[in-house]
């Protein structure tokens, strides 16, 4: 079954302890992007990758790192978080970037108190 | 950059009425406008798409128009049933998506 697989789905953590939001995908799909969603902000993207070594930022990326050291993963790192990362965060997958359909994750939601 | 507003932002509709939802963008150059459905867990899905080479697809229920001069594009969904219940996004491509602010829908019994 295609599918882009996030983890954890819910995770509770404190400020300044890093931790990193696993994302695989099994479509072979080349973009893989992530996002955070927070109430009447809609999806904004953190960062993008349109292949193996090659990322890039979105519109919201201070706070997060990524890397793309294979086609299928995409993982999300925050080093030292902050309550303001506090989120739902989305990992999406699609064979042509922003002119084909993406595929979500079901989400991650980050809670840092 | 592009920028994509998304109307309204909460949508009530008596089952069996049609909703409708609209969205404008700013680049011209913008060629790709998809709809996303998030239902309550989970992440967003696509359910219709279209191309700036159409004016109008339609998929059963569901129904999107677009028009480049005015730079906007509509949602249609006919018939609404309680499973239409969610979040709708609009997006414009091509180069990186970019997402309207979302439409909670909801169907009244």
């Known amino acids: 079954e295609a599918q882009v697989t996030q983890n954890p789905r819910y995770l509770i953590t404190v400020t300044g302890k890093k931790l990193t939001v696993t994302c695989s995908q099994n479509?072979?799909?080349?973009?893989m992007s992530w996002y955070r969603q927070d109430p009447g902000l809609g999806l904004r993207q953190i960062y993008y990758?349109?292949?193996?070594?090659?990322?890039d930022k979105g519109d919201v990326p201070e706070g997060y790192k990524v890397s793309r050291k294979e086609k299928r993963n995409f993982p999300l790192i925050l080093e030292s978080p902050s309550p303001n990362q506090t989120s739902l965060y989305f990992c999406?997958?699609?064979?042509?970037?922003?002119?084909?359909?993406?595929?979500f994750g079901q989400g991650t939601r980050l809670t840092v108190v | 950059g592009e920028n994509v507003e998304q109307h309204p932002s909460t949508l009530s509709v008596q089952e069996g009425d049609s909703a409708v939802i609209k969205c404008t963008y700013s680049?011209?150059?913008?060629?790709?406008f998809p709809w996303y459905k998030q239902e309550l867990g989970k992440g967003p899905q696509l359910i219709i798409d279209?191309?700036?080479?159409?004016g109008e697809k339609k998929d059963q229920r569901i129904a999107v128009t677009l028009n480049k001069t005015a730079k906007h594009f509509s949602l249609h969904i006919t018939e609404t049933q309680p499973e239409d219940s969610a979040v709708y996004f609009c997006a414009v491509g091509p180069d990186k998506i970019i997402f309207g602010k979302g439409t909670r829908l909801h169907i009244l019994p």
């Open positions: 990758s349109m292949n193996v070594e090659v990322t």
């Open positions: 680049d011209s150059a913008s060629n790709y």
């Open positions: 279209i191309r700036s080479n159409v």
């Open positions: 479509m072979n799909h080349e973009y």
């Open positions: 999406a997958s699609s064979q042509g970037g922003g002119s084909t359909e993406a595929f």
